[in-house]
């Protein structure tokens, strides 16, 4: 049995360091730079390894300087390199946003194809670790807002890898961001129980070597009629958690990548529902969930039976207290899904 077809049980970390590995090994362009990504393997072991078996010109440290990580890595691909640049915490990417934005997203435009910015900027994000306002942020929208730049976000071990294999081939910008409250297991939403394992979910077995999963394609978690339920990242899985317990009809699509973003499948799901709940952990203002209730209104106006709702974070930093509260969770789901089924 070949590695493609031999699977692996892996956690999300598991499996972006296995991502990391296939690629590191199948294309010499391929290098892995970062804040201790090297030697020590990364804060959350994403890394792990990677520099003892691929070399120190390979997977290498950085030093504390977002904007110099991200700007080397866009000199690095436009001289023919395929940098996958690791940021610690998505909350630290922003001193390096003039880089992305100015540079990485544009290069190809202004270069008129001459030049090409073949760069994966992976960052873990999103809260329920306890991280407080500076390690818990959810950034996602800003990356939306960059023409050039396109945004991914995995929700399982097995998407985790093919979409990050994608990205590193990817011959323009991605930025990956990695939803750290379930890289070692699936979160419900009820932080008072017991964290399940990867391991007990199909998701978790990964094929050993190389695939792919292309990115602009959502996928259907669960299939259902009364209400389409958009969602990415942690949030599948508390939404799958609190349809399941009510009982409701509800069809769940995981988005995957929000740029580019596959409207048709959002767009057929919403058509045969007749409503739409959008679910993420970011600020509400501004959100992505806007930009997606707008699109919805735009191409199913006359199919929709109810307003469009969305559950989200609130309009404040990130609170260390009061996270649970703060946290789109099973009441404020459950509420909002009672209004929706009612209207």
């Given at each position: 049995?070949?590695?493609?077809?031999?699977?692996?049980?892996?956690?999300?970390?598991?499996?972006?360091?296995?991502?990391?590995?296939?690629?590191?090994?199948?294309?010499?362009?391929?290098?892995?730079?970062g804040?201790?990504?090297?030697?020590?393997?990364?804060?959350?072991?994403?890394?792990?390894?990677?520099?003892?078996?691929?070399?120190?010109?390979?997977?290498?440290?950085?030093?504390?300087?977002?904007?110099?990580?991200?700007?080397?890595?866009?000199?690095?691909?436009?001289?023919?390199?395929?940098?996958?640049?690791?940021?610690?915490?998505?909350?630290?990417?922003?001193?390096?946003?003039?880089?992305?934005?100015?540079?990485?997203?544009?290069l190809?435009?202004?270069?008129?194809?001459?030049?090409?910015?073949?760069?994966?900027?992976?960052?873990?994000?999103?809260?329920?670790?306890?991280?407080?306002?500076?390690?818990?942020?959810?950034?996602?929208?800003?990356?939306?807002?960059?023409?050039?730049?396109?945004?991914?976000?995995?929700?399982?071990?097995?998407?985790?890898?093919?979409?990050?294999?994608?990205?590193?081939?990817?011959?323009?910008?991605?930025?990956?961001?990695?939803?750290?409250?379930?890289?070692?297991?699936?979160?419900s939403?009820?932080?008072?129980?017991?964290?399940e394992?990867?391991s007990?979910?199909?998701?978790?077995?990964?094929?050993?070597?190389?695939?792919?999963?292309?990115?602009?394609?959502?996928?259907?978690?669960?299939?259902?009629?009364?209400?389409?339920?958009?969602?990415?990242?942690?949030?599948?899985h508390?939404?799958?958690?609190?349809?399941?317990?009510?009982?409701?009809?509800?069809?769940?699509?995981?988005?995957?990548?929000?740029?580019p973003l596959?409207?048709?499948?959002?767009?057929?799901?919403?058509?045969?529902?007749?409503?739409?709940?959008?679910?993420?952990?970011?600020?509400?203002?501004?959100?992505?969930?806007?930009?997606?209730?707008?699109?919805?209104?735009?191409?199913?106006?006359?199919?929709?039976?109810?307003?469009?709702?969305?559950?989200?974070?609130?309009?404040t930093?990130?609170?260390?207290?009061?996270?649970?509260?703060?946290?789109?969770?099973?009441?404020?789901?459950?509420?909002?899904?009672?209004?929706?089924?009612?209207?």
């Amino acid at each position: 049995m070949s590695a493609e077809t031999r699977t692996k049980t892996m956690n999300m970390i598991e499996a972006i360091n296995s991502a990391m590995d296939v690629m590191l090994e199948r294309d010499p362009a391929t290098v892995v730079m970062g804040e201790d990504v090297g030697y020590f393997g990364g804060v959350f072991r994403a890394t792990a390894g990677l520099q003892k078996k691929h070399g120190k010109t390979r997977v290498f440290d950085t030093p504390i300087n977002e904007c110099g990580i991200i700007g080397v890595a866009v000199g690095m691909g436009a001289y023919g390199l395929r940098p996958v640049p690791e940021i610690q915490f998505a909350d630290y990417i922003y001193p390096g946003l003039d880089q992305l934005v100015s540079e990485a997203a544009r290069l190809r435009y202004r270069s008129a194809n001459d030049y090409i910015c073949p760069m994966t900027v992976r960052t873990p994000f999103g809260g329920g670790i306890f991280g407080g306002q500076t390690h818990s942020q959810s950034p996602e929208s800003i990356m939306t807002h960059i023409c050039g730049v396109k945004t991914v976000i995995p929700s399982n071990p097995y998407d985790a890898k093919g979409l990050l294999i994608a990205a590193i081939e990817d011959n323009d910008p991605v930025v990956f961001l990695e939803p750290k409250r379930i890289y070692n297991g699936p979160f419900s939403g009820y932080y008072d129980r017991p964290v399940e394992p990867w391991s007990k979910h199909d998701a978790s077995a990964v094929p050993e070597g190389y695939y792919r999963i292309d990115l602009g394609k959502a996928a259907t978690v669960r299939e259902g009629e009364a209400v389409t339920v958009l969602a990415y990242g942690t949030m599948v899985h508390v939404a799958k958690t609190i349809i399941e317990e009510m009982g409701i009809d509800a069809e769940i699509l995981d988005l995957r990548t929000l740029l580019p973003l596959d409207i048709a499948a959002i767009e057929a799901s919403v058509k045969k529902t007749g409503r739409c709940l959008i679910i993420h952990e970011a600020t509400r203002t501004s959100g992505f969930g806007a930009e997606l209730a707008a699109l919805v209104q735009e191409r199913c106006f006359y199919h929709l039976e109810a307003p469009v709702e969305r559950v989200t974070g609130f309009d404040t930093p990130y609170p260390h207290s009061l996270e649970w509260a703060y946290f789109p969770g099973p009441v404020r789901i459950a509420t909002a899904l009672t209004k929706i089924l009612k209207d």
